[in-house]
């Protein structure tokens, strides 16, 4: 039986699959860029649990061969820290989560266009009635807006969104440059 006559697969699975498979920038070279610090550096913790579990593993694990018995014992030491302990490593995760926000931006700024520069600039600007009513509410009425502004008003935001698209695709091709493999 073949996997395409099977049911439980749909055509448009396959096609999006195949259609993202196919892009410049792969998916796994981005992760690398974003956890990692430049080639070879160690990985980005999020979580201070984390922080703790990569300080400590090789220390509690010795010679064991099973590493979910040492993550086991690391996370109970864990809980058992003390708050000033616990800060510090708290401190350390909130600061890696800081550089991959800041590193992932790079990534996120290639892909504005002027609508959505638009909506960014103006999606606090709109009155409260409406905002009560939810986001559906909002974007109607800021693709009222939108329509409204006319070529003059579009050109503005094109303009803005070329360029921050531009000064993006620097910055994220001068970090593709730094973790390419030289």
Known sequence: VSVLNCPLFDCKMFSSLFATASRALSTSMRRRIITHPQRGGEKLTRSA??????????????????????????????????????????????????????????????????????????????????????????????????????KAGRAKYAKQAANSRKAAVAQRDRMIAAYQKA
């Open 49 to 150: 649990l984390g922080v703790f579990v990569k300080k400590n593993y090789a220390a509690a694990a010795g010679t064991s061969k099973k590493p979910m018995k040492v993550i086991a014992a690391l996370r109970q030491k864990f809980a058992s820290l003390s708050s000033a302990k616990l800060q510090k490593y708290k401190a350390v995760a909130a600061q890696n989560r800081r550089v991959i926000r800041k590193r992932t931006c790079a990534f996120k700024a290639t892909k504005i266009n002027p609508y959505s520069l638009f909506i960014k600039t103006n999606f606090t600007k709109v009155p409260k009635n409406i905002q009560e009513k939810g986001f559906g509410a909002v974007a109607k009425h800021l693709n009222k807006q939108w329509k409204a502004l006319g």
